[in-house]
């Protein structure tokens, strides 16, 4: 599970579905306290998200003009979905620009997995652990404007 949010309150929550593996979308409009559920929508098919996957969520700009979705797919290969303003959310195995089309491999069954984002320079990270034989092996999947590459940390 994951969430991003304004400073107005207004939130974004990614899940799993338990019973079709989908990752839903739900829109709020501020804490459960004072806001409301304005809408539930599938941005992940399913069929592109291993079972019981980990959710890690970013958004690069300052408003949500771009939240990019990380995910592990039943094949373990780091993945995303991303939501852009004016486009809607792009992704799965044949997006060019998503982490995805890498084919970096995470370890299997791993349940670590982090997104975050700097504005200036935009650089996305997303945290992982890589396939590497090495189960204490943290690795990041980094798209500084130039395409993705993965680093480990020594």
């Known amino acids: 599970m994951g969430s991003v949010a304004l400073s107005t309150g207004d939130t974004r929550i990614y899940y799993q579905n338990a019973t079709d593996g989908s990752i839903i979308q739900l829109t709020v409009t501020n804490d459960f306290e ?3 559920l304005t809408s539930s929508a599938v941005i ?3 069929a592109e998200v291993r079972s019981n996957s980990p959710v890690a969520v970013s958004t ?3 408003d949500f ?6 995910f592990f797919s039943p094949d373990n290969v780091l993945s995303e979905y991303y939501f852009e303003t004016g486009v809607g959310f792009q992704g799965g195995p044949n997006c060019t620009t998503c982490v ?3 084919g970096f491999v995470g370890a299997a069954g791993s349940q670590m ?3 975050l984002a700097t504005s200036s320079p935009p650089v996305l990270r997303i945290g992982f652990v890589l396939d590497s ?7 990041e999947a980094i798209n500084s404007g130039s395409g993705w590459t993965v680093a ?3």
Do not use: R, W
Request: without cysteine; negative net charge; charged residues 15%.
């Open 44 to 46: 992940v098919p399913g």
């Open 152 to 154: 480990t940390l020594t």
């Open 60 to 62: 690069l700009e300052n």
């Open 133 to 139: 034989g090495d189960s204490s092996t943290l690795s």
């Open 113 to 115: 997995l982090y997104a």
């Open 100 to 102: 995805t089309n890498k």
């Open 34 to 36: 004072l806001g409301v």
């Open 65 to 70: 003009e771009q939240i990019h979705v990380a």
